[in-house]
């Protein structure tokens, strides 16, 4: 989903690059040191799993894990995506160096937003404390585990991140000009399913890292304690 230099107007690279620049600031100053081995771990899945691609016409599909790099990683995910994306900018040429600012948002700020909508949820699952939002009323409506209630909660995550990225890639080549319409249309319809793979993916992974570690989600660069409910009452 990287646009390409020369594709998009002068003014909305360079108001996508002020933008970008406040965001990343804005997440450093949420970073502690004992962040940066997580924030390395995760830029360098986000590094790997889009170098990964499928062609698909004039576009091509690769896995994001943006909304999963959104619930670890809250507003961290801008500088941590910064990183990756300038590597693959000078390693693979993918992008430009231009468009740098406009790819960073695109990517990271429907993961960010992820984060805001889905990490409470999350909470309510993993903390003692509630959040002001609670879906897990809901889910056990249906009589769902916790297992899978943090599945589901994943794969909302990791839906919503992919599809809002292709919506914000679809309306910046449609703002470049007419001649982007038809492109940015069979790019939302040829990434849809990649949207439910993704979520898919996302929701075993944090469902995964729940059971396994579930303090990689504690509260994400926010820095308040939380406590941990035992392994045995996620397991109900």
Same mark, same amino acid.
Do not use: W
């Given at each position: ?7 998009? %107007? ?19 100053? *949420? ?26 016409? +004039? ?15 809250? +507003?961290?995910?801008? +500088? ?42 999350? *909470? ?54 007419? $001649? ?12 849809? +399913? ?15 890292? %729940?059971?396994?570690?579930? $303090?990689?989600? $504690? ?5 308040? %304690?939380?406590?941990? *409910? %035992?392994?045995? $009452?996620?397991?109900?």
């Amino acid at each position: 989903m990287h646009i390409m230099d020369g594709i998009v %107007t002068s003014p909305l690279l360079a108001g996508a690059t002020i933008i970008a620049v406040g965001a990343v600031g804005y997440g450093l100053k *949420r970073v502690a040191p004992e962040d940066i081995p997580k924030i390395a771990l995760l830029a360098a899945a986000f590094f790997v799993a889009s170098v990964i691609r499928l062609p698909i016409g +004039p576009t091509s599909a690769h896995l994001m894990l943006t909304g999963l790099l959104g619930l670890v990683l809250g +507003p961290a995910i801008f +500088p941590a995506l910064l990183a990756s994306l300038m590597m693959q900018t000078f390693i693979f040429g993918f992008g430009g160096i231009t468009v740098l600012g406009l790819n960073l948002l695109n990517m990271s700020l429907p993961g960010f937003v992820a984060f805001l909508i889905f990490m409470p949820l999350l *909470r309510n699952e993993l903390f003692k404390e509630k959040s002001g939002l609670d879906a897990s009323q809901f889910l056990k409506f249906f009589a769902l585990s916790s297992k899978t209630r943090i599945f589901i909660i994943g794969f909302c995550a990791g839906s919503f991140a992919v599809f809002g990225s292709l919506l914000m890639v679809a309306l910046s080549l449609a703002l470049s000009g007419q $001649e982007f319409f038809a492109i940015a249309k069979f790019m939302i319809l040829a990434n849809l +399913p990649l949207a439910f793979i993704e979520g898919l993916v996302v929701g075993v992974i944090v469902q995964f890292l %729940t059971s396994l570690k579930g $303090e990689i989600f $504690e509260v994400n660069s926010f820095h308040q %304690t939380r406590s941990l *409910r %035992t392994s045995s $009452e996620l397991s109900s």
